[in-house]
C-alpha cells in the first residue's frame, strides 16, 4: 500500500458544527502532516507529528486540534470554523528526518465549505 | 522575497512540444521535490533530487546545487501533462518550503 487515504473528500460545514477529518497510511512512515491549501495558492504548513508526538504547531488557531492515535492514522478535529477557513486540507506522509531516501507522499485531500 | 521562485508563473503550450519549468532557491537544502497536482486535486510528488538529474517516462528533473538551481522538463506534452507544477525545497528536518506553482496548459 503506497497511498495516503484522506475521509471525507467533502465536507460542508456550519460555523458551529464539530467534524473531525481523517488521514490513514500504511507505509510505515513515522512523520504525518497537514497542510491548508486555498485557491491557487502553495500548501501551507499546519502541523507535523513525528513519532505520533506533535513536534510542529505553526501557530493553528485553536480551532483546528490535530490528533495522532497511532503510527497509522492522523486526525484534524474541527470546532467553530470561520468561513474564511474554507480550503483544501492536505495530509502527507514521510520517513522522519534529513536521511530517508523516499519522498512524501500526499492524500488527495478534503475540500472543505464552512457556511 | 519567497526562499523557493519558479518560473514562468503560467505556461501554455501546444501538443508535442518540449516544456521547462525552472525552480531556484536561496536556502541550503537536503532535497528538492517536485510535485503535481491537478485542478482539485491532491498532490503527486514526480521527483525528489539532491543532486545530478532523474529522468520518468517523459519527465526529467535536474538539479544544480552549487547554483542552487533546479528544472523540471516534460518532453512530447500531452494536454493531460496539464496541471500545477509545484517545485518544493527540503530544509530543516522534515519541513517543505514551497514555491508558488507553475500552471501548466497544453492545447491539442
Known amino acids: 500500500d503506497t497511498e495516503v487515504t484522506q475521509t471525507p473528500k467533502h465536507l460542508v460545514m456550519g460555523m458551529t458544527n464539530k467534524k473531525s477529518l481523517k488521514c490513514e497510511q500504511h507505509?510505515?512512515?513515522?512523520?504525518m502532516y497537514w497542510y491548508k491549501q486555498k485557491a491557487k495558492k502553495p500548501p501551507e504548513l499546519m502541523f507535523v507529528y513525528s513519532y505520533e508526538k506533535l513536534s510542529i504547531n505553526e501557530s493553528v488557531p485553536s480551532r483546528f486540534s490535530p490528533e495522532c492515535p497511532n503510527s497509522s492514522l492522523l486526525n484534524l478535529h474541527l470546532h467553530a470554523l470561520q468561513p474564511e477557513d474554507s480550503a483544501l486540507y492536505l495530509c502527507?506522509?514521510?520517513?522522519w528526518g534529513t536521511g530517508g531516501a523516499e519522498g512524501y507522499t500526499f492524500g488527495s485531500g478534503t475540500r472543505l465549505t464552512v457556511v | 522575497k519567497n526562499e523557493v521562485e519558479q518560473s514562468p508563473q503560467n505556461l501554455t503550450a501546444q501538443e508535442g512540444e518540449f516544456i521547462t519549468i525552472n525552480c531556484s532557491y536561496s536556502v541550503g537544502i537536503s532535497a528538492l521535490h517536485w510535485l503535481q497536482q491537478h485542478p482539485g486535486g491532491g498532490i503527486v510528488s514526480l521527483f525528489m533530487?539532491?543532486?545530478g538529474k532523474k529522468k520518468h517516462g517523459r519527465l526529467i528533473a535536474t538539479i544544480n546545487i552549487q547554483e542552487k538551481h533546479s528544472s523540471l522538463h516534460i518532453t512530447a506534452s500531452h494536454p493531460r501533462d496539464s496541471a500545477v507544477y509545484i517545485c518544493a525545497v527540503k530544509t530543516s528536518g522534515s519541513r517543505l518550503t514551497f514555491g508558488e506553482g507553475t500552471q501548466l496548459t497544453v492545447n491539442p
Open positions: 502527507a506522509s514521510s520517513q
Open positions: 533530487l539532491s543532486s
Open positions: 507505509m510505515g512512515h513515522r512523520a
